[in-house]
């Protein structure tokens, strides 16, 4: 009995952090209780009822069917309902005067024949890429009428079946939309609004979390990629969000077709707002967080660059990341407030801070080559080489061969892959590399290495190790290009973001 | 008149075109038109009319809103239906019946109080995360219960009105059921089948598509990014279908729920059919998917690897490429005629050649890194070494700046950051450098170089130069990375692809 109140009061708390979040979720339900309660009155009392009659039953239906969480949807369906409906009708009653005027006995005939034209084209119809959002009007039409027309048959009186069908829709559809919209009204713009500013919150978070884990990270706890390919990440949730974000892109454009129905409310004062940029801005943000998505699998990837080496470029990489979030955040911001700012300055110092991360990588861009003898095959270098970068330069090729000779001779040449440890005074160094080393066996999978037979891939081991090896301290600058790249969107959302706010004419901060 | 022939030329043309892209349409549209012809001969008949009476119009609602387009889908919307009017039916009776024994004049507070009870519970019990797939089953239960009990109240029998209800419900849904089923069944499994085969296809093309067109642009026809970068890409099919599938990957959510509910069928046939596997399988695609978006972001990126430093790790990239959409293709014509066959050895082919691609970058890294003097401050060069690489190494990248310097000299210094033209006696390659600065410069946005104010900034324009000259060799290695990391992560497929097989018992090839 213990258990079963804990659990209750489990269910209970769940239910409060539910409406807590949102707390228009509550309103909604109670406004759906309002609106099918003013309409049962209207059968409930007597007075309208004998006004009306039962026909207002089909009020009710419209309510259930026709409520919906916005107001911008209500008026969408709604209008589906009341479009659906009149063709229906109107359609009805010519085809059942026709019908009527053909005589008793091939009058079923043709009924039956309309019905299921009207079926056919109507579910063809709501196939068509471009009448999907219609859907919900096609069955409205369908099902209006067959109503009207089969009752119409039976009652003999298909005008006044249609007409008392109507205007109890119309009843219906008045008492929704009132509701929704004089009732603490939940407006689709706003909700999109929030929305977008949502996703601007959570690409600046999950970008600081990638670029905080990818610093921090020091290889010590790094979990089978495996198990985790699929998985939760259960400690990263910016990046859970995002990519949830990312997955369900089509709310903003639902958001923004319901948005168009609504006048002119709140903040949004002006006809013909630009609901539709929105959607445009929102695209550019999943363009910037594909990169975002890139950085994540360069963060989880098995190849990776030696901590120490992402250590010597943290300075820089995190001044990009955390100028590039707050760029994004700022722009949020601006979003949020409905302000038009100069993101000049800002955009600036992202920019350099870049600037001083390339500076840096190209500085020490000889940590990021490995440093061995070239191959023997001195021919198939040249001509590589000529193909590639000109005579002059393959002249130069030859002289750099002789002097990564003497760079290999200098230093402690890692010619057994396995026992790759240099001798190091350093301990933490050398336990890094032990570890570093065993994660790069891990690839390729072990499910090739078993049917491995020992052939042309065995035998040269040795550069295979170090390929690998150039591949893991390439993975840095892989991860840098894709920061570099990010920011190199930003300058486009930033263009976007002007472009909805000089739209929706933004208040223009004074200079 | 001419005019409107063409045109009506054109739409019949296209309907025929969309009619013959997928037949399922037109057979869709057909049983829609089947079911509600049925239903309708029920009233239009005179027997059944007579045993039914007019209240069998609601079995011609239920076919209108239960017939959807797959099988499953109408089973799932069916139980919704058939659960949400037994629930409706069962509470309006005992509320009604309760009610009416409280006298004349409580009876319609209680009604209507019970009203705005069950439309507030079940609107909001709708927006809970877990119960938003039934949510058509909480609208079914609110203008079911509302209907019986206000109709029961007017006709003073409860009981009977809402028998009435439930067998015309009863009635429509067996129809819509029968013709579904029995009449060409469009399955959502196969329909998931297929959709999934088509992901792997378009993955596999727009992966080769993609690297084609990095090998291949020389930059000269290059678009400004600004104008493409919301753009459809007209000239890459492959990329754009890629992009709208992984925008949709909601409809295979949606086709495996509905799948769940379908009974063992065609190629399917045991029971508990791991549907919920081509979700995972799915959801591995994207992950694949998000670094071919991320090798598209380095192909369309402005600042880009010279055109001859990608011809020289052409013939490796190429191969990499295509082996691994040989391999994506195989997985999806191995689901597609459902075999299971060892992808050991495309794998293994799959990793040799990246190991391939590997190790000539690793031969040729030097051409990765500008050649250029370390800065002054070799104190901080010295630092950021002790602590990245140890003690030994440091004294090895004093050995690297000489010799640096020596290269330095044998080479053409790219010193007038404008005028960057060695001499060399290609012309082509001259142009080609030509246009990659030009291309270079684009790279801070217009923008913030009107905003410059001379400062810390153009100062050091030629580091600055170096710096993105760098960057952009550095793409090369960006780019080979991601495509690294994709090969990486097809493992990943293959063994969901695997374990999918094995749970939907595919046919194993024998060895």
Known sequence: KFGSTTSF?????????????????????????LAVLLV????????PYQVFGTNIIWSILTVAIMFEYTVGA?????????????????????????????????????IGFSI?????????????????????????????????????????????????????????AIVAVAVNVLICPIWAGEQLHKELVSHFASLADAL????GKYLKDDGSEHPEFTNTVMDEFPDEPAYRKCRSKLNSSAKLESLASSAKWEPPHGRFLHIFYPWSEYVKVGAVLRYCTYEVMALH?????????????????????????????????????????????????????????????????????YLLTSHHEPPDNSSRTHSRLSHALSSTFSNLSNHAADLN?????????????????????????????????????????????????????????IPRMRALESTATLSLATFTSLLIEFVARLDHLVEAVDQLSKMARFEQEAL
Chains 1, 2 share one sequence.
């Not at 049962?40 to 007075?47: G, P």
């Not at 709501?126 to 089969?150: A, D, H, N, Q």
């Open 9 to 33: 009061k489990n269910f209970t708390l769940s239910v409060w952090e539910f409406c807590k979040e949102d707390s228009n979720r509550v309103t909604f339900s109670l406004k759906v209780g």
């Open 40 to 47: 049962s009155l209207l059968i409930l009392c007597r007075t």
């Open 74 to 110: 209500t008026f969408n369906r709604g209008f589906n309902r009341a479009l659906g409906s009149l063709l229906a009708g109107v359609l009805a009653i010519s085809i059942a005067e026709l019908a009527l005027r053909t005589g008793r006995t091939a009058e079923p005939i043709i």
């Open 116 to 172: 299921f034209i009207v079926g056919t084209v109507t579910s063809f119809m709501k196939l068509w890429p471009s009448l999907v959002p219609y859907e919900y009007g096609f069955r409205v039409i369908l099902f209006t009428y067959c109503l009207i027309v089969v009752s119409g048959y039976r009652m003999g009186n298909p005008i006044m079946t249609a007409m008392d069908r109507l205007y109890s829709i119309a009843i219906g």
């Open 208 to 211: 600081e979390e990638c670029v």
């Open 297 to 365: 699998g360069v963060l989880h990837s098995e190849i990776q660059a030696p901590y120490n080496l992402r250590i010597a470029f943290q300075k820089e990489i995190q001044d990009a990341a955390s100028e590039a979030a707050e760029l994004v955040r700022c722009l949020g911001k601006d979003i949020t407030s409905m302000r038009r700012t100069l993101k000049t300055c800002l955009l600036k110092r992202v920019h350099s801070s870049t600037e001083r991360l390339q500076r840096a990588l190209d500085m020490h861009s």
């Open 405 to 461: 000779k003497l760079l290999e001779q200098n230093s402690d040449p890692p010619s057994q892959p396995l026992g790759h440890i240099p001798h190091l005074q350093e301990e933490s160094y050398h336990e890094m590399m032990r570890k570093q080393s065993r994660r790069l066996y891990s690839w390729p999978s072990r499910e090739v290495d078993a049917f491995e037979d020992g052939g042309n891939i065995n035998s040269d081991c």
